[in-house]
């Protein structure tokens, strides 16, 4: 079965959720096993596609009870299945006081749930292709139609100022204080960078944060190798960037008929 998943993955990564496979099963009936079920897909797609490493994690809130989200225990996405998954409490604790050990950075998940009554899914990467936007001082931007969803500067979180009063302090978001800013820092948009560590990326289904988080990881290339040629690139501007949120980004006709 998990050869198939990947099979799948690796056909059509990006049209996996949208066209299932033959091997997939029907969907299942009760909505929050059918938001299980796609964070294991989505974690062994965005594994196959390089995004995810050893570590990253998807989640998706519960369509059941809002206050309540599922994400794998501490292990690598690639080898999640259903048995992996735990249902957490926005309090940050598993509802089971038996359930297997957490990743520590699901504080990243409960605080932009808390935050964010609109977002479904959240997707932690530490994406190679994202990372040196933190590092340069040059902002991610959308460069390509299918990154749309982007802002014109993608937001970057900085952990060492959130940390600043800390005179013990690290990289991770692992704790609520950590969380909290990062969820601030993510505002309203879709995707948040954390310097030197990768990105966080948001969704109304973990099928469009998957999709969002393969589209920011390719923008980010495309991005990069633009770059190398030049200095001065061209970006998508806010005209394009408003078709996009309008739904018209793959319209072919001029939305004004015969002006
Ligand atoms: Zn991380």
């Given at each position: 079965m998990r050869e198939a998943v990947v099979t799948c993955a690796v056909l059509a990564a990006v049209t996996i959720f949208t066209y299932p496979c033959q091997a997939q099963s029907p969907a299942p009936s009760d909505p929050d096993e059918a938001r299980i079920e796609d964070v294991v897909t989505a974690s062994h797609i965005l594994t196959n596609e390089g995004i995810l490493d050893s570590f990253g994690h998807v989640s998706a809130r519960s369509a059941k009870n809002p206050d309540r989200f599922f994400m794998p225990r501490a292990m690598p996405p690639a080898l999640v299945?259903?048995?992996?998954i735990v249902e957490v409490g926005l309090d940050c604790k598993p509802v089971d006081a038996n359930a297997p050990r957490l990743n520590g950075e699901r504080y990243i998940h409960c605080q932009v749930y808390k935050a964010r009554s609109d977002v479904q899914s959240v997707i932690h990467t530490h994406d190679l292709a994202v990372i040196p936007f933190g590092l340069a001082g040059i902002p991610l931007q959308p460069v390509l139609v299918q990154a749309g969803f982007l802002p014109l500067e993608v937001p970057l979180f900085e952990v060492r100022e959130a940390n600043a009063s800390e005179t013990k302090r690290g990289?991770?978001?692992?704790?609520a204080t950590l969380g909290d800013a990062l969820a601030k820092k993510l505002g309203a948009g879709p995707v948040v960078l954390m310097r030197g560590h990768g990105d966080t990326v948001v969704g109304r289904s973990v099928r469009e944060a998957t999709v969002r988080t393969i589209y920011t990881h390719i923008d980010a290339q495309a991005q990069s190798a633009a770059l190398a040629l030049s200095r001065k690139i061209t970006t998508l501007d806010n005209a394009e960037l408003e078709a996009n949120a309008a739904g018209r980004f793959y319209q072919t006709e001029h939305p004004k008929k015969g002006k």
């Open positions: 299945s259903r048995a992996d990289m991770l978001v692992l704790n």
